[in-house]
C-alpha cells in the first residue's frame, strides 16, 4: 500500500521544532518517554511541580501547622484557585469555585435550576452528554416532583448535536437546558453562544458540563451570557485523580438561588454554630461539606501552567494536532475499516479525535499492549484519542497513527480476546 | 494557692511509662517535640507513613500509571478502605464505604430514608447534633415535600442528651431518628444500643453521626442493629484534611434504599454508558461522582495504626486521660470560674473535655501564642480539648492543665482583644 510520506516523521519533527508550546513536555514528570499518552482527556499527566507542592501540604501545612493550616489558606483554596480557572473560561473571579465532583455540582446547580422559577418543570438535553449527567439529571426531576420531566433531545447521528432538535424541544415550561460543549464521546462542541441564546429565547436558564473543554480550547462564559457551568479538573487541567470539580454561577444569579447541599462551608457564620442554616452571600454558599484539602491543592499547578501557555495558543495546536491525525487517517487508515466518529469541522470539535473500527477493541489492546500506546475504549467500537497541547508532541500524534496502521496490517489484534469483559 | 502534687508530672511520667500504646506516637510527624496538639478531634495528626504512601500515590500510581492505575486498584478504594474501618465500627466489610463529605452523606442517606417509608414524614434530632447537620436535614425536608418536617429535640443542660424528650418526639409518622453519637461540643455520647432500640420500637430508621466517636471508642453498629451511620476520616482516624467520609448502611436495607446523588460510579456497569441510571448491587451504588484519590488513598494509614492498636486500648487510655484531667480541673482550675461542660461520667463522655470560662477565647489565644497547647475553641466559650490516645500522652494533659492554670493565674489572656473576631 502507498503511504503519504509528506505527512511523515520528518514533518511532525518540524512541526514540533516550532511548536510555541514545545517547552512545557518537560515541566511533566514522563518517566517512560517510549510510552505515547493520548488519554489527557480522561486522566492528566502529573505536573512536576505538582510533587513539590504536595509535599509541602502534607508535611508542612498538615504535619506542621496542622489545624492552623484552615485559617493559613485551606478555607479560602475552593476560591482561590476558583478565581484561577475563572481565566481562563471568561467568567469573573467571584464566579467559580472549586467544590465536591462534578456530578455533585451538576445535582446542586439542576436542582437550583428547577426551583428557581415555578412554572418550568422541564429539563431539557441530548444523548450525547455524559451519561453521568444524565443518571443525575434524572434523579433531579424525580425528587423536584411529579409534575416535572427530562427530555433527552437525540443528536443528529450520535457525532453532532442538534440544535433545530433541541430549539423544538426548549418551550415556555423549560428551566433548564444542559448539555456537554464537548461530547465525551464524539468530541463535538456546541456553539456555546448561539446554543445560550437559544435556552434565554425561551426563558430557561443554560447550564454547561465543561469537562471536555476546559483547558483545551477558548471558553468564553462571560461573553456566551451563560447561567451555570461545571467541569471536572483533571482531564486538560492536569488536576489529578479524582480532583475537585468546579461549578459557575453568573454572579447575578449567585444570590437568587439556594444549594440543596446546604453544608456547613456554605453557612453564613460557619463558627458561630448557629442551629439554623443561613446561606452566606456569593458563590461560597454552593459549598457543602469540607474539601479534601490534598486533592484540591493538586488542582492548582494544572491551572497555572494553561494560564501561562495561553489557551489561545492550547486551542491552535490542538487543531493543527487533530488535523494532522484526521489527515494520516484520511490517507492511511480510513481504507482499513476506521471510521472517523468526531466531526470534521475543526471548528466543531474538541481536543480529542474518536475513531471506530469492527474490532476497536482488540486494537485498542493491542495499541497498549504492543505499541505503547495509551488511548481511550469507549463502547463498543470507539478508540478515543486525547490530544494534550501541553506535552503531546506532533511526533506523538505521527506515531499513534503509524501504530494504528500497523496494529491492523500486521494483524496484531487478533491474537487479544474478541470478548470485551464484563465491566461492573 | 494549693496545687494537688499527686496528680503532678511525675505521675503523669509513670502513666505513660506503663502506658502500652506509647510506642504509636513515633509512628507521627512531631516536626516540634514542644507543641502540645489536643485538637486530633479537629484535624489528627500526620502518620509518617502517610508521607510515603501519598508519594508513591502521586508519583508512581498518577505520574507512571497513569490512566491504568483505576484498574489497579483506584476503582476498588472506597470499597477497600471502607472494608478496613469496618472493622473499627462493628460493621461487616461490605456495610462500609468512602464516600464524598460527611455532609454529602447525611444528605443522601437522610433522605433516601424519608422516601423509604410512605407515611413517615418526620426527622428527628436534637440541639447536641453538629450544626452541619441540622443544615442538612433542613435542606432534605424542604426537598422532600411540605408535608415533612425537622424536629429538633433541646437537650437537657446543653450537655447532656434527653433520651426521655427523643422517646416523646419518635413517633409512627417518624422516618428517621438521626443523632451524633458523640456531641460535638461537649463530648455527650449516647448509648447506642438504647436509643437505637427507641427508634426501632416506633419504626423509624436510626442514622448515627459518628465523626467524634469513631477511632476514639468502640462502636458496634451490628450489634446495636443500627441502620445507618456515617462518619469522618480526618479526626481520630488521621487520615488528613478533608479527607473523604464514610457511610454505612445495613446489608439487607442496600438495596432497599436508592441513592438521590445517583452518579456513575454508582451505576451498574458504568463503561457500558447506558443512559439510564441502574444501580448497581450494595452499597456502592451510594457512591456519586469520581472519588478524590489522593485524599482517599491517604485515609488509610490511620485506619491501620487504630486497628493495630485496638480500639479497645485506645478508649481505656482515653477515660484514662480524660479522668485525669478533669481531676486536675476539680483541684486547680474549678475555683477559677473553670465550669466542666463535658459529661462527669465517663462512660456518655468521647475523647474529648470541653471547659467554659468567661474569658475563654482570649485563654485559648493564650494558650496557643504563649503556651504552645493547641486546643480549639467553640463559641461562645468553650475551651475543648481533644485527647488522642495515639499520640498525645499523659505528660501533654498534665501540661494543658497547668497552662490553663498559668494563663488565668499570670494574667496571660489580658494582653489579647476581648472582642471575637468576626468569623464570615
Known amino acids: 500500500m502507498t503511504v503519504d510520506n509528506s505527512y511523515g516523521m520528518t514533518y511532525a519533527r518540524h512541526l514540533d521544532d516550532v511548536d510555541n508550546l514545545r517547552g512545557f513536555r518537560q515541566k511533566f514528570l514522563v518517566e517512560d518517554p517510549e510510552l505515547i499518552y493520548v488519554d489527557g482527556n480522561s486522566l492528566g499527566r502529573l505536573p512536576r511541580a505538582t510533587r513539590e507542592l504536595i509535599r509541602g501540604v502534607v508535611e508542612h501545612q498538615w504535619g506542621e501547622r496542622l489545624i492552623r493550616s484552615w485559617n493559613e489558606g485551606w478555607f479560602e483554596l475552593p476560591e482561590r484557585v476558583g478565581a484561577k480557572l475563572s481565566k481562563l473560561i471568561g467568567a469573573q473571579e467571584d464566579e467559580v469555585i472549586m467544590a465536591d465532583s462534578t456530578s455533585v455540582n451538576l445535582f446542586k446547580l439542576a436542582l437550583a435550576a428547577l426551583r428557581f422559577q415555578s412554572g418550568r418543570t422541564k ?36 457525532i ?19 448539555l456537554s460543549h464537548t461530547a465525551f464521546k464524539s468530541g463535538y462542541t456546541y456553539d456555546m453562544v448561539a446554543v445560550t441564546e437559544l435556552a434565554h429565547r425561551a426563558g430557561a436558564l443554560m447550564l454547561w458540563d465543561t469537562s471536555h473543554s476546559v483547558g483545551a480550547m477558548p471558553i468564553d462564559l462571560g461573553q456566551s451570557a451563560v447561567d451555570m457551568a461545571i467541569g471536572c479538573s483533571y482531564k486538560y487541567l492536569n488536576g489529578g485523580p479524582g480532583a475537585p470539580a468546579f461549578l459557575y454561577v453568573r454572579r447575578d444569579l449567585q444570590d437568587q438561588i439556594g444549594n440543596p447541599i446546604s453544608g456547613w462551608m456554605g453557612q453564613k457564620n460557619p463558627f458561630d454554630f448557629d442551629l439554623t442554616y443561613q446561606p452566606t452571600t456569593g458563590l461560597r454558599r454552593f459549598l457543602s461539606g469540607t474539601p479534601p484539602i490534598l486533592s484540591l491543592a493538586a488542582s492548582e499547578i494544572g491551572i497555572d501552567m494553561l494560564l501561562e501557555a495561553g489557551v489561545d495558543n492550547i486551542r491552535a495546536k490542538s487543531i493543527q494536532q487533530s488535523e494532522y491525525f484526521i489527515k494520516m487517517w484520511e490517507n492511511n487508515l480510513s481504507h482499513l475499516d476506521f471510521i472517523l466518529k468526531s466531526p470534521r469541522d475543526p471548528s466543531r470539535r474538541g481536543s480529542h479525535v474518536t475513531l471506530g473500527h469492527p474490532e476497536g477493541w482488540r486494537i485498542n489492546r493491542a495499541l497498549i499492549e504492543d505499541k505503547k500506546v495509551i488511548p481511550d475504549f469507549r463502547r463498543p467500537d470507539n478508540i478515543r484519542l486525547g490530544f494534550a497541547p501541553l506535552y503531546n508532541s506532533f511526533a506523538d500524534v505521527y506515531e499513534v497513527s503509524e501504530s494504528l496502521l500497523e496494529v491492523v496490517e500486521k494483524g496484531l489484534y487478533e491474537k487479544y480476546l474478541e470478548e470485551l469483559p464484563e465491566v461492573t
Request: contains cysteine; hydrophobic residues 45%.
Open 160 to 178: 453532532h448535536g442538534d440544535i433545530s432538535g433541541l430549539k423544538l424541544a426548549v418551550d415556555d415550561k423549560t428551566a433548564l437546558l444542559t
Open 123 to 158: 429539563i431539557i438535553t441530548d444523548d450525547l452528554n455524559f451519561p453521568s449527567d444524565l443518571y443525575i439529571l434524572q434523579s433531579v426531576v424525580e425528587l423536584a416532583g411529579a409534575a416535572c420531566q427530562l427530555v433527552v433531545v437525540p443528536s443528529q447521528d450520535g
